[in-house]
């Protein structure tokens, strides 16, 4: 049975509090002395007067109607909505990390610097790269930093390439980052197997080509096996390739984008290296490079000289600064922590199992859901509801219904080149007793299309809110809450 619950506002009654405030030790100063006439409120802010146990109560009730890897199984695709070990969450609280001030001297944060500096050497390590920044507050932050990069080193050799190689698997920010670098997009297709068209490719490079944009293994779950080539036909054109992180889960201690033939990485620590990711953040996006790309780097560059540590800012080729300071530090000291602790040989086994969990939900289920690439996947697999659509099913109903069997869905509709498409990525943390209630579930939804479709057309049934409108949700978003004025 549903219950509405009611926004904090509409809750409590004029003069209680959830808090009291200590009396002020300091002389009062009228507050038009510290503040500028103009930017003083002309009201007082509308704000919820209840009391703590109303307070309380309201938001554990909200974070009950929440779901999250915590909660249960998360296969987002292309997200990796792994489980995050609660010590790394305990280790970025610490006082000599979390209170330190972004401003400090480099001589009072030198254990902060030495973090940063031992992650630049780990991840350098793991990509295959010849060093990193830990600038990038995101994984699209950090596509904007490396087209940059890119762009730096192609108008340092006296070249103005203007174009960008992306397949038409990619994620949607690839081309997205590319124009707002003002670069042109070239699309370049899929061959049946899911594998780059190396035809195409040969086709789109020129001597305009700043750079190829991939992910390996793709958005479709499998690995280029002719990354090789790839690169040779990118590289003999004069141009770069950059890769996409986002599917680094499935390659770590396996193989390395540098020994691929990549010059430019991005990793996405809130999704491979135990940040939880989500809710709008936050992110941390480092980007490795190959060593010509070195003196392009943003600045300043954290040095050490063998007894201390510092910050290099005389850097003429630099790029220049990418955000204030390092990015999301206790981010960076999350991932931190989870490389110390796993170590290469858990780095590695993490990879192997998430490899081997989407492979399980791929044999388990594709003959119910058909595989439009029936070949071995890597971290995530790639299923379509086309079946269930001669039942008046989408795959929207599908997700839906899967909200009432206690699931998150997984990606739905991506990548776009796959009609139907269900993109499942169940990560290496769980266990086969949760993969084969999931997919138990998957095949009781497949069973219901086919003999009561009613049924998940009107999904969900058991949650707090029905089937929203989202088209209007999307186009006409109500993002704040009004009091409604009382006659």
Known sequence: ??????????????????????????????VEDLIPAPMLRREAPDLPTVSQPELMRHYTALSRRNFGVDSGLYPLGSCTMKYNPKVNEDIARYAGLAQIHPLQEPGSVQGALEILFNMEKYLAEIAGMDAVTMQPAAGAHGELT???????????????????????????????????????????????????????????????TAALMLTNPSTLGLFETNITEIARIVHEAGGLLYYDGANANAIMGMTRPGD?????IHFNLHKTFSTPHGG???GSGPVGVKKELIPFLPVPVITFDGSSFGLDSDRPLSIGKMQAFFGNFGVIVKAYAYIRTMGPDGLRQASMDAVLNANYCLQQLKDVYQAPFDRICMH????????????????????KRLLDYGFHPPTIYFPLIVEEALMIEPTETENKETLDRFITVMKAIAREARENPAIVREAPQTTAVRRLDEVTAARKPVLRWQRQSKL
Do not use: W
């Not at 506002?9 to 002020?24: I, K, M, N």
């Not at 691929?260 to 430019?264: A, K, N, P």
């Not at 995530?380 to 997700?399: M, N, S």
């Open 260 to 264: 691929m033939g990549f010059d430019v």
């Open 1 to 30: 049975m549903r219950q509405e619950l009611p926004v904090i506002f509409e809750l409590g009654q004029p003069g209680r509090t959830a808090l009291d405030l200590p009396e002020c030790d300091v002389p009062a100063v009228p």
């Open 146 to 208: 490396g087209l940059k990069l890119i762009m730096a080193y192609h108008r340092h050799r006296g070249e103005e390439r203007c174009k960008v190689i992306i397949p038409d698997s990619a994620h949607g920010t690839n081309p997205a980052t590319a124009v707002v670098c003002g670069l042109e997009t070239v699309q370049v297709g899929s061959n049946p197997d899911g594998s780059v068209n190396l035809a195409a490719l040969r086709q789109a490079v020129d001597r305009d």
């Open 280 to 282: 709008g953040g936050p």
């Open 380 to 399: 995530e697999c790639i299923l379509t509801a086309k079946g269930q659509k001669e039942f008046g099913v989408r795959t929207l109903d599908i997700a």
